[in-house]
């Protein structure tokens, strides 16, 4: 389903050197007996999660598509990158389909959350507010704007328009959501919210953008046992979990993520988020940047090609895309490109692909790991986002650091609560 091609020759032989370590760290992963155990409830999830609240998160997700124009998700980090990623790498940007959706909650940028709320007047709008605690300060203040609204807008019926994706039994949003009657959904307490995206956290949203959840996990499971192997020479999140190590440890220090579809920069942004938090700590780890080809081949491709060698790229390449079409013929050819005529636009993007990593790897001594995906369908995005958590879990123990964590997040909550007055 997936495959990880090196272009690094001495990398690709030294892997297999690492089995040992691998097949220890597989072993803490399935029996959850190392670090941060309390949180590795994503490994199995795709066996054993909530099959009731799954057929709940498809109803109230056919409400929505039945009913709103607008749907705001309502949520920071975790709690809605996954399912943004989601949806846009399977519809893409610019899918017309109801209901048009709104990322909010992420950001305390006045105008952001202002002009979202001049855009829906008069529509009809559903809110899924997504919080385990409930006082995420980026998305309670959101929230607050937002249910005052709503109140204001639709009187008692608000209640019936707003799902909270919140902690089973406490916090301040499962408060509010029983005190106000809000049909509610469950963050497992023992999945992090960068590990969320196939519980309700990612699901809720997916579906109501008319995305097949039931595919999403299908691709899931489907992960979930072709990766429960520590046999390096069968598991493919292994491969590319050991081989960035190595790389970091001959001198790069930035994983830069490479895609060719304009409509997988949300991925990236998740993939950043996946691993940032994950391996960021006690003075360790890769730092993550990614970049959108062709279109960042004409700016940070200068540095990539000539700049510090400090960093080497994953290229997430898929073999077949949603849309495709071929290059017109223009009589005149004023612009040179008949020559092209005739040809598919997916393969003339796959050469530019081929050329820049002959380009990157051959001249400009930067380091290639090729990941292979077939499409980029629901089915294929389970997989993926199955693949990228194994992979970060074996990466970050090989640090011996804790990758479920983020105790540098709270240093940023305690000075702004300070400035705040809180």
């Known amino acids: 389903m997936i495959k990880v091609d090196l272009t690094h020759a001495k990398l690709a032989s030294s892997i297999f050197d690492k089995q040992s370590d691998v097949s220890r760290i597989h072993k803490w992963i399935h029996e959850k007996s190392y670090k941060g155990s309390d949180y590795l409830g994503w490994v199995d999830w795709p066996l054993n999660y909530d099959k009731e609240e799954f057929e709940r998160v498809i109803k109230a997700a056919n409400t929505i598509r039945e009913k709103a124009d607008v749907l705001l998700v309502c949520g920071v980090g975790g709690s809605y990158l996954g399912a943004r990623a989601a949806i846009e790498f399977v519809k893409g940007l610019y899918d017309e389909s109801s209901p048009k959706i709104y990322y909010v909650g992420n950001t305390f940028s006045s105008t952001a959350l202002l002009q979202i709320f001049k855009n829906i007047e008069g529509k009809s709008v559903y809110v899924n507010v997504i919080s385990k605690s409930g006082t995420t300060t980026e998305t309670a203040l959101a929230f607050r704007m937002i249910r005052l609204k709503m109140e204001e807008w639709y009187g008692e019926e608000a209640k019936h328009r707003i799902f909270a ?3 089973k039994a406490r916090g301040t949003l499962k408060q509010l959501s029983n005190q106000m009657g ?9 999945v992090g919210g960068r590990y969320s995206v196939f519980t309700s956290v990612g699901l809720l949203p997916i579906a109501a953008a008319g995305v097949d959840v039931r595919a999403l996990m299908k691709g899931s499971l489907d992960a979930y046992h072709d990766l429960n192997t520590d046999d390096l020479a069968l598991n493919p999140a292994y491969q590319y979990a050991v081989a960035r190590k190595l790389l970091e440890a001959s001198g790069k220090s930035v994983e830069i993520m490479v895609s060719y579809e304009s409509h997988f920069a949300m991925l990236a942004e998740w993939w950043k988020q996946l691993f940032g938090e994950s391996e960021g700590k006690e003075g ?5 940047a990614s970049v959108i080809n062709s279109t960042d081949l004409h700016s940070m491709g200068q540095f990539i090609q000539e700049g510090k060698k400090v960093f080497f790229e994953s290229v997430l390449r898929v ?8 290059v017109l013929v223009s009589e005149n050819d004023t612009d040179q490109i008949n020559y092209l005529a005739g040809k598919s636009l997916h393969w003339v993007n796959q050469q530019a692909l081929l050329g820049t990593l002959s380009a990157h790897v051959n001249e400009g001594n930067v380091p290639n790991i090729l990941i292979d995906i077939p499409k980029h369908d629901a089915y294929t995005f389970g997989y993926l986002i199955y693949f990228y958590f194994k992979a970060v879990a074996m990466s970050v123990y090989m640090d011996d650091v804790n990758p479920f964590d983020q105790p540098g997040v709270e240093v940023y909550k305690r000075n702004m609560f300070k400035l705040l007055g809180k």
């Open 165 to 167: 994706t919140t902690d």
């Open 182 to 190: 809000y049909e509610t959904f469950t963050i497992p307490d023992d």
């Open 284 to 288: 360790k780890g890769l730092f993550p």
């Open 319 to 326: 073999k077949d895309v949603l849309l495709d079409g071929s």
